[in-house]
């Protein structure tokens, strides 16, 4: 199993000195990045021997993905520039999270919504196809959104998607956070094509067995044949401090 951080491009001399396989960037983040910026980005990857293999943040707050405001050729326009600049990073998985623009607004049917977010995860997963690249939905907690809340629905909602190129993602702290049987994994495992991981009680970087659940959910990992990349995505205050003790840990939970 590949192990790698969500953090900043400007984390990356820290990232690679630590020893992660990969950095995780945000892709509204690669977006915004003019010709020059860009890059720089890329050669400064390259003399570190960085890979970024995978990206999150995937659709800006601007950009709906549910409700009466929906616009597919605005989405499929955003994506089809975005997925030029994942390729050239050599993105293999983007996570398709983005709580805020899919968040159902208030007095939409859910299941007219349900199907608008099917749509656009079809388109992306079109744009994604081009690129050999893997789309990995991203069931959040409910603090964060109010559709695709649990590991459970997320596993429903790719395979009524029943796109070659849109999968699963598995959150520990979002799964903690709902109280979501780790058991399920395993019953998932078809889909399960990336990980995110923090302690489920304040989102930090896991540093210790004894925080919560992580053999749990590493052992379950295993018997479910599950060997891909699992991505730290939490909170710290000290990355040089905190990063090489969370990275340990996460190798011997993965052997």
């Not at 720089?40 to 405001?69: D, Q, S, Y």
């Not at 600049?85 to 999270?97: A, E, H, M, R, T």
Request: hydrophobic letters at 40%; proline letters at 3%; aromatic letters at 8%.
């Amino acid at each position: 199993m590949k192990i790698g951080i969500c953090t900043s491009l400007d984390n990356i001399e820290k990232v690679a000195q630590i020893g992660f396989d990969y950095i995780e960037l945000a892709v509204t983040r690669i977006a915004d990045m003019d010709s020059g910026e860009f890059s720089a980005a890329i050669h400064k990857m390259e003399n570190l021997g960085m890979r970024c293999e995978a990206l999150n943040v995937l659709f800006p707050g601007n950009i709906r993905l549910t409700g009466p405001e929906v616009d597919k050729e605005k989405i499929r326009e955003y994506l089809e520039n975005v997925f030029v600049k994942v390729s050239q990073l050599g993105g293999k998985i983007v996570v398709f999270g983005s709580g805020g623009p899919r968040r159902i607004p208030e007095g939409w049917d859910r299941e007219k919504a349900w199907g608008q977010l099917k749509d656009a995860a079809r388109i992306t997963g079109d744009i994604a196809g081009k690129y050999d690249i893997t789309i990995a939905m991203e069931p959040l907690n409910t603090g964060e959104t109010n559709i695709l809340n649990s590991v459970s629905e997320g596993f429903k909602f790719v395979q009524e998607v029943a796109h070659p190129n849109v999968k699963l993602l598995a959150d520990f702290y979002h799964m903690r956070k709902e109280n979501e049987d780790i058991s399920v994994l395993k019953s998932v495992a078809s889909q399960l094509v990336h990980l995110h991981i923090a302690k489920g009680s304040d989102r930090a970087y896991p540093k210790d067995l004894s925080e919560d659940l992580y053999e749990e959910f590493f052992n379950t990992l295993r018997e479910a044949g599950y060997d891909g990349r699992c991505s730290i995505e939490g909170n710290t205050s000290d990355i040089e401090k905190d990063g090489p003790v969370a990275l340990d840990l996460l190798r011997r939970l993965a052997k």
